[in-house]
């Protein structure tokens, strides 16, 4: 028996770039503010999850359009290695702002946005 594939056209749904990352970088900011600098398993829960969602960004092939985003995580997993939660803090925090800033907004923006963009600038 073979199977029918369907005539109708497939919707193309293409998530944001970095959307695991941004989950991730989100809990790992919840979980450090209460955390003490001598917590060694917590600070490594967090350092393995942030490790594991660049993990996955990179299977993705999203590094290249989030790159600033990685990079402030890299830099967390630094401090975190260090014992230097707020610095790490501010790491992710930077992260945060490159993963919900206007520079991957765009990815999340309708058509209809897009086309009023483009027909604006010219």
Known sequence: MTRRQSSRPRPAVTPAPGLRLRREVDQALLELRTVRPDDDETIQLVNDGLHGALAY???????CQIAAAVEAVREAERHLDG??????????????????????????SSGTDALRTNSAAT
Request: net charge positive.
């Open 57 to 63: 960004t990179a299977a993705l092939g999203e590094t």
């Open 83 to 108: 014992h230097e939660p707020g610095r790490a803090c501010a790491a992710l925090q930077q992260a945060q702002e490159c993963l919900t800033g206007k520079s991957t907004r765009r990815y999340w």
